[in-house]
């Protein structure tokens, strides 16, 4: 089992429906958890960053956390075609240590 | 915050050339860290520093592999007789503390002839 796994998609969508990526993470004492936008070409780019159990909302973006369902999401809003890339999933297993997924491919169709 | 900056941004190069890359991190952050990329795949974790102190490295750091951070500043990573298998994105990213958001640099993809 990968420690933090992710459906590489891709998850395609319309513009303006609600797009929901999920990840999975194995460490039951991971602390800190983050979303990352990666556009074809670029470096991740932070989008979200999440702490405690329940959703933290920011703009447009909704990241929504459950430790004892060791799982972790992302939910937007009112999709736009500038949102297709890949959204990674990282989680921070204590210390230095963040893991990352390998990325869920996100197309949001005009 | 100025942010991340990596060079180069680009590097090709002959199959057993050396290669170094510079990281300068956002200035009040004291955590660097290196990734490499490759398509389709997440960072991979290769190594870390906390100021001027390498506290981790991955085993995919062969011996091939060095990095430095003097003075706690800028970093550098150094890749010796370089092999096809190098070729990726190199990604450098630094926090203000651990469990804090990593922000990354915009990378130096590497290219073996």
């Known amino acids: 089992q990968k420690e933090v796994e992710q459906n590489s998609g891709p998850l395609s969508v319309p513009e303006g429906a609600i797009a929901s990526l999920n990840c999975t993470y194995s460490d039951r004492g991971s602390q800190s958890f983050f979303w990352y936008r990666q556009y074809s070409g670029k470096s991740p780019e932070l989008i979200m960053f999440?702490?405690?159990?329940g959703d933290k909302e920011d703009g447009r973006f909704t990241a929504q956390l459950n430790k004892a369902s060791q799982y972790v999401s992302l939910l937007i809003r009112d999709s736009q075609p500038s949102d297709s890339a890949t959204y990674l999933c990282a989680v921070n297993t204590g210390g230095f240590k963040t893991i990352f997924g390998a990325g869920t491919r996100l197309f949001v169709k005009a | 915050d100025t942010g991340v900056s990596q060079d180069p941004r680009h590097k090709i190069t002959k199959r057993g050339q050396n290669v170094t890359f510079r990281c300068d991190p956002i200035s009040e952050h004291n955590r660097l860290y290196w990734y490499r990329q490759t398509l389709g795949q997440g960072p991979e974790f290769l190594t870390y520093f906390q100021n001027e102190a390498q506290l981790e490295k991955s085993r995919l750091l062969s011996d091939r592999f060095s990095a430095e951070r003097p003075k706690g500043s800028f970093s550098t990573l150094e890749i010796q007789r370089t092999e096809q298998g190098d070729s990726a994105m190199y990604l450098c990213a630094s926090s203000r503390d651990e469990n804090q958001p990593q922000h990354f640099g915009d990378g130096t993809r590497l290219s073996i002839l």
């Open positions: 999440i702490y405690s159990n």
